[in-house]
């Protein structure tokens, strides 16, 4: 069974100490080295007044749980909560919480939206700008700024930025009803369109998640 998978905590100080046990724990361990994970476990198991095995199945139900209501609080997709459950059930533990709204991990369809988003925002701009996608980047790569190419256009900025909005938020909105990310991640994304043809960060995070308490590495 996979103990070292499961050593996390919904506190902040618990998980700092959780994910760098289960960091150490996840590489080979040397003949006659201490498992520092099942230690961890074990303790865990003494002051709970449970065996070691209950304990981890108590931490893997408080984790599914704790997805169900972030489902339930509407912070996360269906789609998106059966995602994280198949990583917990598959021994990734709070990883799975832990790495919500962070880029790809977990999250297929939405990385997908993403990754949408650039190109979707990148065709809207060089439409604005008379010119094509291709050339814009052309531009852009061999050191022009938006700016310099919206003046050589005589195109506003803020016609540029309505155009990569726009295209932006029906890339959002086609994601929202297929049900693939929520409406409050949608608008949190919409709110970056514009600003520099790229998401990055990945999907963003609800303020009040058990998430906000496990930054990414």
């Known amino acids: 069974m996979k103990l070292n998978r499961w050593i996390a905590l ?21 003949s006659g080295s201490t498992n520092y994970a099942q230690v961890f476990v074990n303790k865990l198991a003494g002051i709970l007044h449970l065996t070691p095995a209950q304990t981890q199945d108590a931490l893997k139900q408080a984790q599914l749980q704790t997805v169900d209501q ?3 609080d509407g912070k996360i997709t269906k789609a998106q909560a059966d995602s994280m459950k198949a990583r917990i059930n598959a ?13 790809p991990g977990g999250f297929g369809a939405g990385a997908a939206v993403i990754r949408d988003l650039r190109p979707a925002e990148m065709n809207a701009a060089a439409a604005a700008l ?4 291709s050339d814009l980047q052309a531009q852009l790569r061999g050191g022009k700024s938006l700016a310099d190419l919206e003046k050589a256009a005589s195109v506003s900025d803020a016609t540029v930025k309505a155009a990569m909005r726009a295209a932006a938020k029906g890339v959002l909105d086609s994601a929202v009803k297929a049900g693939t990310i929520t409406q409050a991640q949608a608008d949190a994304l919409l709110a970056r369109a514009g600003k520099g043809f790229g998401f990055r960060r990945g ?9 906000a308490y496990f930054p990414s590495a």
């Open 10 to 30: 919904p506190l902040a100080g618990a998980a700092a100490l959780a994910i760098a046990v289960g960091a150490a724990a996840a590489a080979p361990s040397a």
């Open 91 to 103: 021994g990734n533990g709070l990883a799975a919480i832990r790495g919500y709204g962070r880029g």
């Open 70 to 72: 972030m489902l339930s």
């Open 130 to 133: 008379h010119m094509s996608a």
């Open 203 to 211: 999907l963003p995070r609800p303020a009040q998640t058990p998430a």
